[in-house]
């Protein structure tokens, strides 16, 4: 299965584990638990990667990896743990505006969410962001 891993500028993640092309680690034995020694983190997409590395991982000039591991053993919605990866190749990161994480942002808020104030920026927001008038034009002609 293909996944993407980030590492740091060193090729390392956290408690200095070392990644190079096509280097294969395994977790520890136990119960697959994200954020313990029992997963390897990894992302569905190039793009995932990039932009929960903030909320994740946070290296300041994180390097993309492709990777491959044979089964996910758990997932919280962001983030994925394996019981083996391999890194197979450094790729380009995604780059992204700011108006697209900010409207990412304003998308991934659960529509439960109840604040009105915040509810009336964030489509006021939307109304002026070229990108998304283009998006709800299309979808109005669709």
Not at 9 to 33: I, M, N
Not at 82 to 99: G, K, M
Not at 133 to 139: D, E, F, G, M, Y
Request: net charge positive; hydrophobic share 50%.
């Amino acid at each position: 299965m293909r996944l993407y891993k980030l590492t740091d500028a060193q090729h390392q993640t956290y408690g200095g584990l070392q990644w190079a092309a096509g280097v294969t680690h395994r977790a520890a034995p136990g119960p697959p638990v994200l954020c313990t020694r029992t997963v390897l983190h990894a992302y569905r997409s190039a793009e995932e990667a990039v932009v929960f590395n903030p909320i994740h991982a946070a290296f300041p000039a994180p390097i993309l990896w492709e990777a491959e591991a044979p089964k996910i053993l758990v997932e919280d919605g962001l983030k994925l743990g394996v019981r083996e990866l391999t890194t197979l190749r450094i790729v380009p990161a995604p780059q992204f505006t700011l108006n697209q994480l900010v409207r990412f942002a304003i998308y991934t808020v659960p529509a439960s969410f109840q604040n009105e104030a915040w509810r009336t920026w964030a489509a006021a927001w939307l109304r002026k962001d070229p990108a998304a008038r283009v998006a709800q034009a299309a979808r109005a002609a669709a």
